[in-house]
């Protein structure tokens, strides 16, 4: 891979400025470092310029549903830079707490010296997807040799090289185009690349806005997997910060399993506190966005000790394909930079009281008449056929 075209490392003190019109403003931590608790402020940041998205439901659901009241302290959630790699450097500098790479974004954190580790696996199922133009669609990856593949971030690239590795494809032959976020989706339907990184969730809203596509879907094809939360290895070894993180990490796997049980009013939720979404996808969209992407979050839940568990083996698989890629320089170890120490904490809340949330939560008369079965039934009707 070309270390260019992850560029911009900096120092461990940098102020990271973000400009007036920009979509994000991040306290700087105490100039002394002394803290009266574990964090003074503790803050989430998503990996895009925006968190007006059906994407993080589960936390808009804990917020909702008091699951995060325990916490003593305040859990911001801010919206990133659109540079693709800031949820990692914005952690590491102390500007955010917890932050939602994807695993290549991650990776770039570890071959820049960061120390973090990824503490809740939020996506064990792969959620990227190749987006193609009616008609253009292939399940051949190796067909994408020689051809251009569109990103709305540079570093996306560290997103699809592993997918299209591990595919058997020789990434060396595939032209990556930097499209702009959020851009990218409609320089493919206007013809100026051969396909476009997407991801579940994503493709009903672009669906919304006129973009239907075919794609070739991670969640039916990848061995590989989504996003993880990740914080500082540091913050690990304070015995305060730690069982913040263990009650805060509760919260979201309490709203994760509310949605799974109840995915329109989720959704709802989401839309009472973004009426733009309400307003651009709707009942139906919104619920087939959320079912797509409770796929992902949720994966093959027998196989898991609960929400936000590592699959050790199948991060060193990753591990290891990104760095025969040259996407890392030195091996790098799963248990050394994932853990699972957090997750009996974090899955240890009262599933009869989320099922009483859950069944109990009154529905408008549009989320009502969504019939969640029938979307279930149609959740892949665009992936390519053959």
Known sequence: MNKNFLSGSMGRRTFLQVSAAGVVSVSVLGASGARAEPYSKFTWISPRGTIEVIDDYAYHVAKKMGYFDDLGVEADFQPGPSDGTATVKFVDVGQADIGFPSPGVFSYALE???KLKSAFHMGAFDTFSLA??????TNDLKTLEGKTILLGSAAWQSIV???LAVQGVDVSKVKYVEAG??????????GQGDAALGWEGLRAEWIATGLDFEYWLGVQNSPLFANTFVVRAEDLEDPDKKAYLEKYLRGWAMGLEFAHLNPRAAVEIVFEQFPTVA????????????LQQIAVFRGDMSKRAGWGDHNMEA???FFDQIHELGQITNPVKAEDVCTNELIPAANDFDKAKVQADADGYKLSDEFAAVDVENLKAHLYDQAVKG
Request: net charge neutral; aromatic share 10%; proline share 8%.
């Open 132 to 137: 193609f133009r009616k008609g253009e669609g």
């Open 161 to 163: 090289d592993p997918m």
């Open 279 to 290: 307003g651009n996808l709707g009942p139906e969209l919104g619920t087939t966005s959320i």
């Open 181 to 190: 976020w959020p851009t990218w989706a409609t320089a493919l339907k206007a």
């Open 315 to 317: 991060w060193q698989t």
């Open 112 to 114: 820049n010296g960061m």
